[in-house]
């Protein structure tokens, strides 16, 4: 695994434990089921796009 991997499953490792914590902890008061539901959208779109750029170049490199 070269360094850039390594950072990008560690930020995703990151991304992953905050769709655990921050629903039940920050977004505890809000009441509608939206609040969590924002949150996981976006934080998925970051996911996919993170994994995008990880792989774009994955066939091309040596």
């Given at each position: 695994m070269s360094r850039k991997e390594g950072v990008f499953a560690f930020i995703i490792a990151i991304l992953i434990l905050s769709a655990f914590i921050i629903?039940?902890?920050v977004l505890s008061t809000i009441e509608k089921w939206?609040?969590?539901f924002l949150f996981?959208?976006?934080?998925?779109?970051?996911v996919i796009g993170m994994n995008y750029i990880l792989i774009r170049n994955w066939g091309k490199e040596e």
């Open positions: 629903p039940f902890t939206y609040g969590s996981w959208t976006l934080l998925t779109i970051i």
